[in-house]
């Protein structure tokens, strides 16, 4: 690929989205854009670039960015930080509501749903504690084509094979042929919307948890810093972040800090979380 094509996919992608390609991921472009080419009538990626330079094709720019950015999720990912909400975040948000009875959740960058729909779950078995409640679970993604498989709930074996225990898949899930579907009372907890996390989240209202996990890795540190910013002016002053195993606000901004001794936790700079609260 010329190096000017180059150059206009990796601004495009950076400006629409964050994720920061390199040049040794060049193969990466033809790979998954090519199947792109073919759905908007072009016969490569050099016609890709010839339409993007002389018009701006919304509909083209959306195919292109979904195809690029990494969507790969499961349920309850990596098992701790699920575990973690379980056992700690959750209990200690239920003891700090307790006047208000009111918890809001933010799964940002929820891909096709597994990471709120796990939380969803865990909600659903602690309802007893919950009754008089009101917990929101909002889960947005930037890509639009995505969020149409989240909101239908709809897996494959595969999907559900990673990470979901079988108590859960056979409590919350009902076999339709080679495809599982999701509970609608589960499927009901979740509030999908589409939302760019490169902007303010200041309309999605304040949350107490925000899981933004996985989605950092892909961008470089000064779009993170503007991501944990729009986070931070949303997280509750008490609240909690988890970003993924990877992933840290340790040198990337000074508005947000590690909950000591929870690894993958986060709190707003100069303020105690409900983790930290009582410990
Ligand atoms: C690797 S997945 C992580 C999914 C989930 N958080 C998890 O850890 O299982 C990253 C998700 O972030 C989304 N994403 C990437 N850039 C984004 C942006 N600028 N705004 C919102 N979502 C974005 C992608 O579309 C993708 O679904």
Redesign the pocket.
């Known amino acids: 690929m010329e190096i000017e094509n180059f150059k206009l996919l990796s601004t495009l992608l950076k400006q629409r ?3 920061v390609l390199m040049k040794d991921k060049a193969y990466l472009l033809e790979a998954r854009l090519m199947p792109i080419a073919r759905k908007h009538g072009l016969a490569d990626l050099d016609q890709i670039c010839e339409v993007l330079r002389t018009r701006r094709e919304t509909a083209l720019i959306a195919d292109i960015t ?1 195809a690029m ?6 349920f309850f ?1 990596d098992k701790k930080p699920f575990d973690l909400f379980r056992s700690l975040v959750l209990p200690k948000l239920i003891s700090a509501r307790a006047e208000s009875k009111k918890i809001r959740i933010w ?5 096709s749903g ?2 709120p729909y796990s939380l969803a779950m865990i909600l659903k078995e602690e309802q007893e504690q919950l009754r008089e409640w009101q917990v929101d679970i909002v889960a ?4 639009e084509g ?1 969020l149409p498989k989240a909101k239908a709930g709809i897996y494959s074996q595969f999907e559900v094979q990673r990470g979901l225990p079988i108590r859960m898949l056979i409590k919350y899930f009902r076999q339709n042929g080679d495809k599982w579907h999701m509970d609608a009372s589960v499927r009901s907890m979740v509030d999908f919307k589409t ?4 902007e303010t989240a200041k309309h999605l209202g304040k949350f107490d948890v925000v ?5 950092l890795m ?1 961008f470089d540190q000064p779009t993170n810093e503007q991501v944990l910013s729009h986070i931070s002016d949303v997280l509750s002053q008490d609240g909690v972040l988890y970003l ?1 195993s990877s992933e840290t606000v340790q040198g990337v901004t000074d508005r947000l800090t590690s909950i000591p001794d929870v690894p993958g936790l986060f709190q707003q700079a100069g303020s105690v979380s409900v983790v930290t609260a009582s410990r």
């Open positions: 989205s964050g994720l979904e950015v990494s969507n790969g999720t499961e990912g799964s940002a960058g929820c891909s597994q990471e947005t993604d930037l890509s995505i939302h760019n996390l490169l899981l933004c996990r996985n989605v892909s993924g």
